[in-house]
């Protein structure tokens, strides 16, 4: 079992920056899994994927983050990030981190970014993040 412990959210303004991290309790986990990944979720709508990062390195972003959201893992550290940029008020949400698992659709590995929250095995407990 793996435990994802998520810190790093807060109250900031329009414009300015956070960055989130999850640190996995297994060593190496990081560096071996094939997916890590940043859903976030608005109380009463549907819980959004917003970055993935595949064991090769792939990074996928919801277009409404691109350019300004940057996913990415420390190895040594066993630690996955999301350095958020120009946040906006419509960024507000809690934000949870999630890896492992995957999914085959006629055999073949979906990709990713294309995965689902449910596809994932762990998940961090989010963090909150407002932006006014």
């Known amino acids: 079992h793996v435990q994802l412990v998520e810190s790093g959210g807060g109250s900031v303004q329009t414009g300015g920056s956070l960055t989130l991290s999850c640190v996995a309790s297994?060593?190496?986990?990081?560096?071996?899994?094939?997916?890590m990944a940043w859903f976030r979720q608005v109380e009463g709508k549907e819980r959004e994927g917003v970055a993935a990062?595949?064991?090769?390195?792939?990074?996928n972003y919801v277009d409404s983050v691109k350019g300004r959201f940057t996913i990415s893992k420390d190895y040594n550290n066993n630690t996955l990030y999301l350095r958020m940029n120009s946040l906006r008020p419509d960024d507000t949400a809690t934000y949870f981190c999630?890896?492992?698992?995957?999914?085959?659709?006629?055999?073949?590995?979906?990709?990713?970014?294309?995965?689902?929250?449910?596809?994932?095995?762990?998940y961090g407990q989010g963090t909150q993040v407002t932006v006014s």
């Open positions: 297994a060593p190496g986990y990081t560096g071996d899994t094939f997916c």
């Open positions: 999630a890896a492992g698992g995957g999914r085959r659709v006629r055999g073949t590995l979906v990709p990713c970014g294309n995965l689902e929250w449910g596809d994932f095995v762990y």
């Open positions: 990062v595949g064991s090769d390195g792939t990074t």
